[in-house]
């Protein structure tokens, strides 16, 4: 009777076991705990276990705080993606477990540069989408930058003396997917974003993704930097 048991409860253990791993190991990507960042320096790498295959959707939420509506808080999520095939790129929110009233999405190439950013879909679907049509963007593939923010939390280039630069005319073109300023495409953004203005305007998001695959299992920036410290310690600590 009591081996019986032990069955049973090994049974539900593996059970609860593989379908906590299956969250990680299929082709959707859920944001880390520890939150996504919001720059490309702590940007989250969007990958599989085994650093291949399809990704097609990636999930997460914008938690504000910070105490006043600031950029401490928690109002973009940025994460690093490989695009594997740029012509069939395409990333649209889902209805189903969202609930961020009002989102931007933008993206940014391996360097920063911006590629393409979204408001709104169209004047009846306020949900912000990227669509990478005949290539019309970018034709490479690679690695990118994609983030999801708090409306109207936007990407743009601090140039000092409270001079900024906004890396995208969304004012001017509010629907669809648009490219970058004019002179914009220039400037390599790292962290920038304006602040965001409603402490409201945070929830769930869940979009669906084209044209992407898992990273490969190599660091990201931050990952390679560590590296390269420990390689020169490694090298000073040989010498002596």
């Given at each position: 009777?009591?081996r019986?048991?032990?069955?049973?409860?090994?049974?539900?253990?593996?059970t609860?076991?593989?379908?906590?791993?299956?969250?990680?190991?299929?082709?959707?990507y859920?944001?880390?705990?520890?939150?996504?960042?919001?720059?490309?320096?702590?940007?989250?790498?969007?990958?599989?276990?085994?650093?291949?295959?399809?990704?097609?959707?990636?999930?997460?939420?914008?938690?504000?705080?910070?105490?006043?509506?600031?950029?401490?808080?928690?109002?973009?999520?940025?994460?690093?993606?490989?695009?594997?095939?740029?012509?069939?790129?395409?990333?649209?929110?889902?209805?189903?477990?969202?609930?961020?009233?009002?989102?931007?999405?933008?993206?940014?190439?391996?360097?920063?540069?911006?590629?393409?950013?979204?408001?709104?879909t169209?004047?009846?679907?306020?949900?912000?989408?990227?669509?990478?049509?005949?290539?019309?963007?970018?034709?490479?593939?690679?690695?990118y930058?994609?983030?999801i923010?708090?409306?109207?939390?936007?990407?743009?280039?601090?140039?000092?003396?409270?001079?900024?630069?906004?890396?995208?005319?969304?004012?001017e073109?509010?629907?669809?997917?648009?490219?970058?300023?004019?002179?914009?495409?220039?400037?390599?953004w790292?962290?920038?974003?304006?602040?965001?203005?409603?402490?409201?305007?945070?929830?769930d998001?869940?979009?669906?993704?084209?044209?992407?695959?898992?990273?490969p299992?190599?660091?990201?920036?931050?990952?390679?930097?560590v590296?390269?410290?420990?390689?020169?310690?490694?090298?000073?600590?040989?010498?002596?």
């Amino acid at each position: 009777m009591f081996r019986h048991i032990l069955s049973a409860v090994g049974c539900i253990v593996l059970t609860t076991s593989l379908a906590t791993a299956s969250t990680y190991r299929g082709p959707s990507y859920v944001e880390p705990g520890d939150d996504a960042g919001s720059s490309r320096d702590d940007a989250a790498d969007v990958k599989n276990p085994n650093g291949t295959g399809q990704i097609n959707s990636i999930s997460g939420s914008l938690t504000g705080g910070g105490g006043l509506v600031n950029l401490d808080g928690d109002y973009q999520d940025v994460f690093r993606i490989f695009i594997k095939d740029p012509w069939a790129f395409k990333i649209q929110l889902g209805d189903m477990g969202t609930n961020i009233p009002d989102s931007m999405m933008f993206l940014f190439n391996e360097f920063g540069n911006p590629v393409m950013a979204s408001d709104n879909t169209s004047s009846q679907n306020f949900n912000p989408i990227l669509e990478n049509l005949e290539g019309e963007f970018f034709n490479e593939s690679g690695i990118y930058y994609l983030a999801i923010t708090s409306a109207p939390s936007e990407a743009l280039i601090d140039l000092g003396g409270g001079a900024v630069v906004p890396l995208f005319n969304l004012v001017e073109f509010p629907f669809g997917t648009v490219g970058p300023a004019p002179d914009a495409g220039q400037y390599q953004w790292t962290d920038g974003w304006s602040p965001p203005t409603d402490s409201n305007n945070i929830g769930d998001y869940f979009m669906y993704v084209d044209g992407v695959e898992s990273l490969p299992l190599v660091p990201g920036p931050a990952g390679l930097a560590v590296l390269g410290m420990a390689g020169i310690m490694g090298s000073r600590r040989r010498r002596r």
